[in-house]
């Protein structure tokens, strides 16, 4: 059977009220992509309404990601990725949360992504999430009830970053503090340093800077199972 990772993606393109535009972070999909196929797995997207995701964060001097852009199956599976009802959990091996501030507005109350996850995690698969996409591990709570990131090392973009970037008042919450409050044992390096950590089959990174390294750890995760 094909090894294949899960890629979610943000619907949500509108960053609070400021009048700017938002989405998923590229970087952080074109980044652990690469890494993901170097290592022979397949690359496969799902977003929260499906279709195609609001992007963020293109830089036209990133080769990587301009590669990524440019890769026709790449771009048509972009343009119509399925819903979490739309996909068979059973078909990953691990599903990764990419960020991009509009994680912040959808990916808590995403359960159709959250039971696909769950699915994965508790098959023996990996979840992993980068920068603003561990909003997705704020309600994601295990067949048992707990919640997954309760007693784990995770990292997140910080409160830090997040005040720096001039953005605290405008994201519904605060995730590094809101992870914290769901027993996370929060893991950090100073601000936009690349960090990440994984921890029980859940892998986590702090920023952008960090994405390649959490596609690393799923791949070292996996091959240890």
Known sequence: MAKKILFALTSHGTLGDTGRKTGYYVPEVAHPAAVFRRAGYEVEYVSVQGGAA???GVNPDDTVVADFLADPATAEALRATPTAAEI???AYDAIYYAGG???MWDFPEATGLADVARAIYERGGVVAAVCHGPAALVNLRLSDGSHLV???QVSSFTDEEEDAVGLTG???FLLESKLTERGAKF???PKFAAHAVAD???VTGQNPASAARVAELVVEQLGAR
């Open 150 to 152: 309760d007693g784990k």
């Open 170 to 172: 405008v994201v519904p």
């Open 101 to 103: 501030h509009g994680t």
């Open 54 to 56: 609001p992007r963020d």
């Open 187 to 189: 893991t950090r390096a």
């Open 200 to 202: 029980s089959r859940l």
């Open 88 to 90: 068979d959990a059973g």
